[in-house]
């Protein structure tokens, strides 16, 4: 009976290390309610208004995802990792197409004094000082600098101004481990074909990085680049090149935030670099709580953008050629009501614009929105 019992507990003992060595999290966010977008948009002093709204997955707070995480110990100090992140297309019912959207598929390996490896598709370094230095947490309503194209496949946001991709693909990421509360990541990404001997090659390559300072209580200070260059043999050469400042600042009775970024599109093709566009932009932002479940913030956008006539193509950014040189304004208020750790109600109105300077002075871009809904997060 004894031997019975050592054997038991032997088993369970060892089945717990086993347990304790190699995990997998399951996680994701669900956010769902209504949202109405209306678009204006003047050419040559002739407006045009569209309007949108939508019940459901509208993902104005945060876009709803799935995702899969796993960590094991494989000694040392060591751990082999993975994250696979899928994107959940609630809004339609069309059994004809994915519910999923691809967003992050990664594995490395992880050391505690040597940092952090990672391979595949993931986030951009930039995109974690945006997301850390937006007073609304980079959602998806229009009024911020981070604001897309769409909330959820059907509503546009015709004046975005959204200043990097988000993610790279075949991506090697280092991420090192905090030095004084200094933390450096560093990123490559390339993808080349030949499609015969004499047509050359396609490619596209891609790099970056970004530098964190936590070292003091309350203050975060980052800045990150991120530069790709896109090369078609006998047809483009174009290098598009992001820049990220952020800052926050918690005072306790409020957080203060600041963003700045810079994005610049070059011709490379020729025997001079020929700048087709200069994205600038500037967003400042304050978020509080108001009770311990009720939190508000408020954010302002400015900036401006001066493009090369017809380079709407090139640049990827929503601008038609009439607006080679415009300013950009914006602002968000938002507030949150938390029903508990991870379930909240929110509320959330913004507007931007995209005015047409110089030869472009009758045009203007311009978006508002509003979207409440609940959002859920495991």
């Not at 304790?20 to 050419?43: E, F, K, L, R």
């Not at 992140?85 to 959207?101: C, I, K, R, V, Y």
């Not at 913030?297 to 017809?310: E, F, I, P, Q, R």
């Not at 991870?342 to 300077?357: A, C, D, M, W």
Request: charge should be positive.
């Amino acid at each position: 009976m004894k031997k019975s019992l050592l054997a038991v507990a032997a088993i369970g003992a060892f089945a717990s290390a086993a347990q304790a060595q190699s995990s997998v999290t399951v996680y994701g966010i669900m956010d769902v309610g209504y949202s109405a977008v209306t678009n204006n948009t003047t050419t040559n002093g002739t407006e045009v208004k569209t309007k949108a709204s939508s019940t459901g997955a509208v993902s104005g707070q945060q876009s709803s995802r799935i995702g899969f995480r796993g960590v094991e110990d494989i000694g040392g100090g060591t751990s082999a990792v993975f994250t696979i992140e899928q994107g959940l297309n609630a809004w339609s019912e069309n059994q004809t197409a994915s519910p999923f959207t691809s967003r992050v598929v990664f594995a490395g390996l992880s050391d505690k004094k040597l940092g952090s490896a990672y391979f595949g598709r993931q986030y951009q370094s930039i995109h974690s000082l945006v997301s850390a230095s937006s007073a609304g947490g980079a959602n998806n309503t229009v009024g911020a600098l981070y604001s897309g194209a769409s909330s959820n496949g059907t509503m546009a946001n015709s004046s975005t101004v959204r200043p990097y991709a988000v993610y790279i693909d075949n991506a090697i990421t280092y991420v090192s481990p905090n030095f004084a509360g200094v933390t450096l990541e560093v990123q490559t990404g390339q993808k080349s074909s030949t499609t015969s001997e004499t047509s050359g090659t396609t490619s596209g390559v891609e790099s970056g990085g970004s530098v964190k300072y936590e070292g003091v209580k309350n203050l975060f200070v980052g800045y990150g680049v991120s530069q790709k260059a896109t090369v078609v043999p006998g047809t483009s050469n174009v290098r598009v090149t992001a820049q990220v400042l952020a800052a926050t600042y918690d005072f306790g009775i409020a957080k203060a935030f600041f963003t700045g970024t810079q994005t610049k599109v070059d011709n490379m093709a020729g025997a001079s670099v020929v700048n087709l566009s200069d994205l600038k932009l500037m967003e400042l932002g304050v978020k509080a709580p108001v009770t311990k479940a009720i939190n508000v913030w408020a954010s302002g956008l400015s900036g401006s953008v001066n493009s090369g006539t017809n380079n709407a193509a090139q640049t990827g950014y929503n601008f038609t050629a009439y607006q080679a040189h415009g300013d950009i304004r914006g602002f968000q208020l938002g507030t949150e009501y938390m029903l508990s750790k991870r379930t909240n109600l929110y509320g959330i109105y913004g507007q931007q614009s995209i005015t047409g300077k110089d030869a472009a002075s009758n045009d203007k871009i311009a978006s508002s929105q509003y979207a409440l809904g609940v959002r859920h997060t495991f």
